[in-house]
């Protein structure tokens, strides 16, 4: 790993970086937080002057994660779709987005273990995300009457889990190289399918 070196007054921030690329080589669990240390050019006594341990330096490079992935998520669900489905399909893509463009962060946030409760701020910011899909529940099921209308809460979960299963699949790595169709379209389907199943859809609506 190419030492990335403190040098821009930030250490904060810098050890977090260096975590990053860390967690990117070595997995979440498989760095030292010497190791961090070391990349950031500083001495481990200097660490704990920002962070108790290195699962409080990992749940912070989970939350930057997370602010970026709400970003994302928010600016996909309002970027203009014609129509509720199409804002909706539009959250798992810049699910797939994140999760190929910000490994590091995509692992601190679901591969480390840490609990999102670790910290106030860290279980405000993955709320946020968990918001997004949520709001685009409500709007999609707005067509069904309240009495027959699933919660919100609960299939949005359900396609976070879809998303999540299509991204450690099929979009890890090498995206589309274990399946015969792109993410994209795997994720697109289930949904599709998903969504008829519980009565969001009319059968002919794509």
């Known amino acids: 790993m190419a030492k990335r070196g403190y040098h821009h007054g930030n250490l904060r921030q810098a050890l977090v970086e260096a975590a990053l690329q860390l967690i990117e080589e070595k997995g ?14 500083v001495t ?7 962070f108790a341990g290195r699962d409080d330096l990992i749940a912070e490079a989970a939350r930057q994660g997370y602010l970026i992935f709400a970003d994302l998520m928010e600016h996909a669900y309002n970027d203009g779709k014609p129509t509720a489905l199409a804002a909706f399909e539009a959250t798992g893509r810049a699910y797939l ?6 490994p590091g962060h995509y692992m601190a946030m679901f591969e480390s273990g840490i609990s999102l409760n670790s910290n106030p701020e860290l279980a405000q910011t993955a709320a946020r995300a968990r918001g997004v899909l949520e709001k685009a529940a409500e709007k999609l099921s707005e067509r069904i009457p309240p009495e027959k209308r699933p919660p919100a809460a609960m299939f949005s979960a359900h396609i976070w889990a879809l998303s999540h299963g299509v991204v450690e699949l099929f979009a890890r790595g090498s995206p589309g190289a274990k399946a ?10 289930g949904i599709g399918i998903y969504l008829r199943g519980l009565g969001l859809l009319p059968p002919d609506e794509s």
């Open 44 to 50: 481990p006594a200097a660490v704990y002057r920002h």
């Open 97 to 102: 987005a994140f999760a190929r463009k910000f």
């Open 180 to 189: 015969p169709f792109p993410p994209e379209q795997l994720l697109e389907a």
């Open 28 to 41: 979440p669990q498989g760095f030292t937080l010497s190791e961090a240390a070391k990349a950031a050019g």
